[in-house]
């Protein structure tokens, strides 16, 4: 004797007494008529009360949460290179001077570098051209 057992497709529980059947069709807009199943494969699918409910809190518009407002990342802060190079000279740490300077060990790192690899501009510190 066999036994047809229905299982749920989403969660794979086994579906004793009923299932529920989601199947999308394509359907006229003006008088709703189905005029084809959207993809035949979804109409072997089953799944239990508690799939169907979750998957119609998804895909209903009315019952989906409301959108994060995005978070403007924090604003950096300009670092005065002069101090921060005075501490690097001395021996100290990126960590150790960012939490000094109250900023991220990276920009300290990004700083350092910029200061020992700018790029010399053609004119002298004054302003007057080398030659």
């Given at each position: 004797m066999?036994?047809?057992q229905f299982v749920c497709d989403r969660c794979g529980a086994v579906l004793e007494k009923t299932a529920i059947k989601i199947i999308p069709n394509v359907v006229e807009l003006d008088g709703e008529d189905i005029l084809h199943p959207v993809d035949e494969a979804t109409h072997g699918m089953h799944f239990c009360?508690?799939?169907t409910?979750?998957?119609l809190k998804f895909l209903l518009p009315e019952n989906k949460p409301p959108p994060k407002p995005k978070e403007k990342p924090a604003r950096r802060r300009r670092l005065d290179a002069g101090r921060v190079m005075a501490l690097h000279n001395a021996g100290w740490s990126n960590e150790d001077i960012a939490a000094d300077i109250r900023a991220e060990p990276e920009q300290v790192r990004q700083c350092i570098y910029y200061q020992k690899y700018k790029k010399k501009s053609p004119s002298g510190a004054d302003g007057e051209e080398q030659t």
């Open positions: 066999k036994k047809i009360a508690a799939c409910d979750a998957l």
